[in-house]
């Protein structure tokens, strides 16, 4: 079985601030670990991945996650948050093996990036 | 990169009648296919999952004879809700596994029953 959790629903930051957006989760396989963002009316799109090796994972649009096994995170960040990012952003995870391939989601956070 | 294109975007249905909707892999075989719904503010919700030839799988709760999923070809998965009901109204959105990104995600489609 496995479950995300994605502490704060809202995350609220200022233009420039750093964003940090928080996801654990919960496996008894290795997992595969996502970050996806999701415009509003629109499906979601991939910022970056975990799979195997190094646990440092750069993605798309400035974003980093890191892969930390002692403490089943995968947290994303983003240096200096734009103004296109505020979007909705979920945390996924999929069995490495078996499990039917199947994605579970985080409930989602909303990002608002204010001036 | 691996493109998954669902149609239509937006269908405005009477209750009663039926609606397809489409979701195609344009540049990838996708031998298995998910359906999702999402409520406004909400998270993704698996209803099934389908794969190539085979019936589809069912999340628990999830009627089948309401939601009708077809995966005839290894591009192509139809979802068909039947008897739409204003209760039905939701963002549905599928993705394929397959691709570099493991799994692409369509646009989306917003149902409204009325």
């Known amino acids: 079985a496995q479950s995300v959790t994605q502490l704060g629903s809202h995350v609220s930051v200022s233009e420039g601030a750093l964003v940090l957006l928080r996801c654990n989760y919960s496996?008894?396989?290795?997992?595969?670990l996502f970050w996806y963002v999701q415009y509003p009316n629109q499906g979601l799109q991939l910022l970056l991945k975990?799979?195997?090796?190094?646990?440092l994972v750069k993605g798309i649009n400035g974003f980093e996650a890191e892969f930390k096994k002692s403490e089943t995170s995968f947290h994303l960040t983003k240096p200096s948050a734009h103004m296109s990012d505020a979007a909705e952003y979920f945390c996924?995870?999929?069995?490495?093996?078996?499990?039917?391939?199947?994605?579970?989601f985080g409930t989602g956070t909303q990002l608002k990036v204010e001036l | 990169g691996a493109v998954v294109s669902q149609h239509p975007s937006r269908v405005i249905c009477k209750s009663g009648t039926s609606v397809k909707i489409e979701c195609r892999s344009l540049?990838?075989?996708?031998?298995?296919m998910f359906w999702y719904r999402q409520f406004p503010k909400q998270s993704l919700m698996l209803m099934a999952t389908?794969?190539?030839?085979?019936?589809?799988?069912?999340e628990q709760g999830v009627e089948k004879d309401k939601f009708l999923i077809n995966h005839a070809s290894l591009t192509l998965s139809t979802l068909t809700v039947t008897s739409a009901h204003p209760e039905d109204s939701s963002f549905y959105i599928c993705?394929?596994?397959?691709?570099?990104?493991?799994?692409?995600f369509g646009s989306g489609t917003r149902l409204t029953v009325v």
């Open positions: 993705s394929a596994r397959g691709g570099t990104e493991g799994y692409t």
């Open positions: 496996s008894s396989v290795p997992p595969y």
């Open positions: 975990y799979t195997t090796g190094a646990t």
């Open positions: 996924a995870v999929s069995p490495l093996t078996g499990g039917g391939n199947k994605l579970t």
């Open positions: 540049d990838f075989q996708a031998t298995t």
């Open positions: 389908s794969n190539e030839g085979s019936k589809a799988t069912y």
